[in-house]
């Protein structure tokens, strides 16, 4: 592997990046109040929401995973990012009303809002676990890959550390912060309702530390997967697709009800782990050799079968779990009338129509 050489120019800004990031995370992670700590106290701004979107995407295993895969695979793998728009347009339009107008502090608040305690459970560990090994371990790790190439003679071990204590630095990480909130707020707090908002905030910090801790020590799995995107792609489109089944249902359809979504999400997880340990240990060739763009999408039509054929065969759920909680026309027609009272730059579906034009152009160019 070719060293890297640093001039003064590039150790100049990695000393302000590091001191700028640690400065900047003890500044803002002394918040007293739980809902300044977990949901910036309601005072985020778009751009601010936007940003924190874009880093959820785009990070380091990101620049380096999905470029390395585009070597291997060609530019087929671009497909994967170039779809993420239309989804977080969907979720916009459709899903994010919901979440406001519920003032939930988790997405598993608003499941258990529709289905049962069981459902919202479900999907924080599975959250959780995603995290830890997903987006905090393969963050760590490209780190680590880029600054071994910088500093061959570093131990990965004294890297990884490092860039540990640099994530939890941060109390606005975008990774770390949603998982130590699904903590706090969905099992802490169960446990002990009378906190207060002070001690939240400490549980939230320590979990933090906690999830950085594990993902440091699981980093180092990420050896056994020929490419770092081949590592992301096995393990999230096989996790996550039972819970989009789960939450698509859940706003779009009315007779689904609580066992049949649990039903679906532990039929999905089983499905899931069967695809993942074939993978890795070569057990069914015939699925192997099916990209993952393929089989996560043919993994989402089983989870919603299941669900789908479950509830048909069992009693719907009651008129309190789906009133406000399912997608109607005038909830659309409502903030319609909203959106107009704005600017048209300032109205999302607008923006959104914009963002379609190219993405549509450029796919068929």
């Known amino acids: 592997m070719e060293q890297v050489t640093l001039n003064v120019i590039d150790g100049i800004i990695i000393i302000c990046y590091l001191v700028g990031i640690i400065g900047y995370g003890f500044l803002k992670g002394k918040q007293q109040s739980s809902e300044d700590y977990f949901l910036a106290g309601h005072n985020l701004t778009g751009p601010i929401v ?76 599975i959250t959780i676990v995603g995290n830890v090994i997903i987006d905090t371990a393969a963050g760590l790790y490209a780190g680590n890959f880029i600054l071994k190439i910088i500093f061959p003679e570093l131990d990965s071990a004294i890297i990884i550390t490092l860039l540990a204590i640099a994530a939890m630095s941060s109390s606005i990480s975008a990774t770390l912060n949603p998982a130590s909130t699904l903590i706090t707020m969905d099992f802490i707090l169960k446990l002990k309702p009378n906190l207060s908002s ?88 015939v699925i192997n050799d099916i990209h993952s763009l393929h089989t996560a999408p043919l993994l989402l039509l089983a989870c919603l079968v299941i669900h789908i054929c479950f509830s048909l065969l069992s009693a719907p759920p009651s008129q309190e779990k789906i009133e406000k909680r399912t997608w109607t026309k005038a909830i659309f027609d409502s ?26 152009l450029g796919y068929f160019i």
């Open 50 to 125: 936007g940003i924190s979107l874009f880093t959820v995407n785009i990070g380091s295993s990101t620049l380096i995973g999905l470029t390395s895969d585009a070597f291997k695979a060609n530019i087929v793998v671009y497909n994967y990012e170039w779809m993420v728009a239309v989804v977080l347009v969907i979720f916009a339009v459709f899903f994010i009303p919901f979440y406001l107008n519920s003032k939930v502090y988790t997405m598993p608040e608003f499941l258990e809002r529709r289905y049962d305690g069981r459902t919202r459970y479900f999907f924080s560990i």
């Open 198 to 285: 002070k001690n939240l905030v400490t549980f939230g910090q320590i979990a933090t530390v906690i999830l950085v801790m594990l993902a440091a020590a699981w980093a180092s799995q990420r050896e056994k997967f020929s490419f770092l995107w081949e590592y992301l792609q096995l393990i999230l489109g096989f996790i996550v697709h039972p819970v989009v089944s789960v939450y698509l249902l859940s706003l779009f359809w009315k007779k689904g009800n609580a066992n049949r979504a649990f039903a679906s999400l532990l039929g999905g997880l089983i499905l899931s782990m069967i695809l993942i340990l074939s993978k890795v240990n070569h057990w069914f060739p």
């Open 335 to 360: 903030e319609t009338q909203e959106l107009n009272t704005l600017f048209w730059y300032k109205n999302y579906r607008n923006l959104a129509i914009l963002l379609f034009m190219p993405l549509i």
